[in-house]
Structure formats: structure tokens, C-alpha cells
């Protein structure tokens, strides 16, 4: 049923889904005019505001951008090859691969989803290149994995809410994470959505004559060439020791940073796969000819997020995302208001695709709702994470860095997550109003 149910969404997303910086000219036209038209922002205002918010992101651009470079890198080492290699070797058939793949993906995705988007990436790579698999496929169940993310241990709504002195601390003071993280409700629809998700992609697995194989030669890495030093730059550019010593270095700062007792941010992971990579490449030569490879796959993420910034300014600034939640919690009661409040967060990650900024923007309006209706705030508030992470999978901002690393392109995974934005809704909806 599910695979009957997938083949015309992969037809429809190959035939009408543009590429993801049309789609994002095109957010960006509709955010424009649903302010004009429903905010009373005049068009002048509204490309002013557009404008100023545009450079916001470059700091988070940047983030992203490393998140593949630093990751390809990584995988570019030879020990993390063979790592991948012999992890690979638990799959045997076409089918094994993918639940393989998905259950990867949701793991790591779990405990961290920058190391979630990198590791399903690079590892459906590797199994591309040993298993005769739909490669689309594959590349769509690394991405799946992403749907745990706000519900995990690097989840920005619950981790800003249990932090002393949060910007809604007068509203829901501190919640704890066993209110929210590891809560029974969002345990369960973790637990389900690890049995569900990588069943679904193997239901969707297509026939041999329908399925795309791609070349495993396209997926290898270039060997690395050593030349002899015939000059100084050329010894220090093939210097183990140079190597080496920034590499420890890093160490020695990581293990001083999580001796402290911190915890995985974005900074950290992009800044352990640096070291790793300097380390495991043996020679900056090595590491620059890797780097050569990794940035193809950035072009997208560079041109594409200022624009999400600016939609997300629109949406911020004149109100507009605050009038999309406010009419959606207008309609709930106590009982119901973690429906709507997830749906309003799916609706305005559309336009504002970040969990951290998202949350800036609701809860000024869902927590006072909350509150006056007596509704559970660290459900309400897990809502809004769920919220985001579930138009995710449709919603190509995230997907830039698996489809970078992949050679993809967003239409070529989009159909199979749609049925995953489907049953995912489902079972996220259930987890959050009868649990």
C-alpha cells in the first residue's frame, strides 16, 4: 500500500517541485503579499523589512555550510571509509540497507541532528556504493531520520525552557526535561516513529524496473596523492607533524569542553569533525584535496539561506507569523490546543525554519493561551518543537546539506517524504492529545 501510495507523489514531486531556490523565491513572494494583504504593511515596508533582515543568518549560513564540509571531510579519511565499510556490511539486500540506513540516521539524529544530517548522508553514500539499491530511496530514509530531532537531547525548545533565566521564564518559570524530553508522551511517539519510520521506507522500496541505481564509482573518493617535497611549501603542505599538532590541540580542547560538563551544540560538532578530519587526512595537502570535493555540494545553503532570512524577517516583523498562530489558537481548548499549536508550528516553519527562531516568534503567542486555557505548558511547548521537526520533511531548507553530500536534488527525495509528513503527522498528533 504504501509503496502504491508513493510512486505518484515521486511522479508529482520529479514533475512540479521546482528547485529549492525557486521554491524559496517563491516563499518569499508569498510572505510578501500574505503581509500586504492581511497585515496592512504597505509593499514598500514590506521589501524594506525583507532588506534589513536579509544578512541575518550569515552566522548560521556559515554553521550549515561547515556542517558538510567539515562531515565530507571526515568521511573522506581513510579509517572512517572502512568504518562506513564494514557498517555497511550488516545490509545484504536492497531492504536491509534502507531499515539499516533509517535507523542510523534516527539514532544520531536523536542525540544531535547536525551529527544526524551528516551521518545519514555519508553513510547512504556507502551503501550505495556495495548494495544495488534505489539511490533516491536510500538518500530520502537518511533524511527521515531528521523527524526525532526536536524530540531528542539537542531539542532548542525544550533545552531553552529548562534553562534558568529563558526569555518565558515569567510565563512557565522552569521545565525540566523529564517534563519534556524524556516526558511519556514524547517518549512514545520517539519509540514510534523509530518503529514506524524505517518500516515505511522499506514498504516504499520500488520494483526493480522503476527503481534510479546510481554508478558506485560516482561515490568514490579520490585517493590521496603524495608527492615527493621538492620544495619548503611543499614539505609543510605534506607535513604529518603540522598535522598532528594542530589536531591534539583540538583534542585537548574538546575534552576540557565536555570535562565541564557542556553539552553538543552545532560549534562543537562541526569543530570535532574539523579535528577529526586534520587528524585522520595525516597532511593539510590530504585535508585540502578532501575540502576541493566537499565545498561542490555548498552552493546551495550559500545562496539560499539569506533569503530565509529575509522570509523569516517578513514574517517576524510584521506580525504575520503571530497572526497565523493566534488564529489557529483561537479555535482550541485545554484539550485541544496542543493539536492546533503543532499545527500552527508546522504551517510557520514554512517560512521561519528554525526551531530556536520559531520558538521566538509562537510563544509570545501560545504560552499567555496556554496559560489562561490551564493547558499543560511543557506539552504545549513540545508542540511547537514537534511542529517544527514535522514539516521538515518537506521543507527542503534542511534537507541542503544530505542532498550536498548525496548529489541530489530536492524533487529526487521530496515524493517518499511526503508520506512520511503523513503518518509522522499522525502519530506525532496522537502522541501529544491522547497520551
Known amino acids: 500500500m504504501l509503496n502504491f501510495l508513493s510512486r505518484p507523489m515521486v511522479r508529482i514531486m520529479d514533475r512540479y517541485l521546482p528547485d529549492p531556490f525557486v521554491f524559496v523565491l517563491i516563499l518569499t513572494l508569498v510572505a510578501g503579499l500574505a503581509a500586504v494583504l492581511t497585515q496592512g504593511t504597505n509593499p514598500m515596508q514590506v521589501v524594506t523589512v525583507w532588506g534589513d533582515g536579509f544578512w541575518s543568518l550569515l552566522n548560521f549560513s556559515m554553521q550549515m555550510l561547515l556542517v558538510l564540509v567539515t562531515g565530507y571531510m571526515m568521511a573522506s579519511t581513510p579509517l572512517v571509509r572502512r568504518g562506513l565499510a564494514s557498517l555497511a556490511g550488516f545490509a545484504n539486500s536492497p531492504g536491509s540497507a534502507i531499515l539499516l540506513v533509517s535507523f542510523v540516521s534516527l539514532a544520531a539524529s536523536w542525540i544531535n541532528w547536525g551529527f544526524g544530517l551528516v551521518v545519514g548522508a555519508l553513510f547512504a553514500r556507502e551503501l550505495a556504493r556495495s548494495i544495488r539499491v534505489d539511490y533516491r530511496l536510500l538518500v530520502a530514509s537518511a533524511y527521515s531520520g531528521f523527524i526525532v530531532w526536536h524530540g531528542g537531547l539537542a531539542g532548542s525548545i525544550p533545552l531553552s525552557i529548562a534553562t534558568e533565566g529563558h526569555p518565558f521564564a515569567d510565563i512557565t518559570g522552569i521545565i525540566p526535561t523529564s517534563e519534556t524530553i524524556f516526558s511519556f508522551y514524547n517518549l512514545a511517539i520517539v519509540i514510534a516513529l523509530f518503529i514506524a519510520v524505517p518500516f515505511v521506507n522499506r514498504a516504499m522500496l520500488p520494483r526493480e524496473d522503476e527503481a534510479y541505481h546510481i554508478d558506485p564509482a560516482l561515490l568514490e573518493n579520490d585517493e590521496d596523492t603524495k608527492t615527493g617535497s621538492k620544495t619548503p611549501a611543499e614539505h609543510l ?30 560549534n562543537v560538532i562541526n569543530f570535532l569533525f574539523l579535528t577529526l578530519a586534520i587528524l585522520l587526512h595525516g597532511s593539510p595537502r590530504n585535508l585540502l584535496n578532501a575540502l576541493t570535493d566537499a565545498v561542490k555540494g555548498g552552493a546551495g545553503i550559500v545562496i539560499q539561506f539569506p533569503f530565509y532570512a529575509g522570509i523569516m524577517a517578513i514574517m517576524v516583523d510584521t506580525g504575520l507569523a503571530a497572526s497565523i498562530s493566534e488564529g489557529l489558537v483561537g479555535l482550541a481548548s485545554a484539550t485541544t490546543l496542543p493539536f492546533w499549536s503543532f499545527l500552527s508550528a508546522g504551517i510557520v516553519n514554512f517560512f521561519v525554519p528554525s ?74 498528533a496522537i502522541g501529544l492529545t491522547i497520551l
Request: proline letters at 4%.
Open 237 to 266: 603542505e605534506n607535513s604529518f607533524v603540522l598535522s598532528t599538532l594542530i589536531g591534539v590541540a583540538g583534542l585537548a580542547w574538546l575534552i576540557q569542553y565536555f570535562a565541564a560538563g557542556n553539552g553538543l551544540s552545532l
Open 355 to 428: 526551531g530556536g527562531g520559531q520558538w521566538a516568534v509562537q510563544a509570545p503567542v501560545i504560552l499567555p493561551a496556554a496559560e489562561a486555557l490551564g493547558a499543560d505548558l511543557a506539552r504545549i511547548s513540545m508542540a511547537v518543537a514537534w511542529g517544527d521537526a514535522w514539516t521538515n520533511m518537506v521543507q527542503p531548507f534542511w534537507a541542503l546539506p544530505i542532498l550536498g553530500i548525496a548529489g541530489l536534488r530536492a524533487k529526487d527525495i521530496m515524493g517518499f517524504c511526503v508520506v512520511h509528513l503523513i503518518l509522522s503527522g499522525a502519530i506525532i
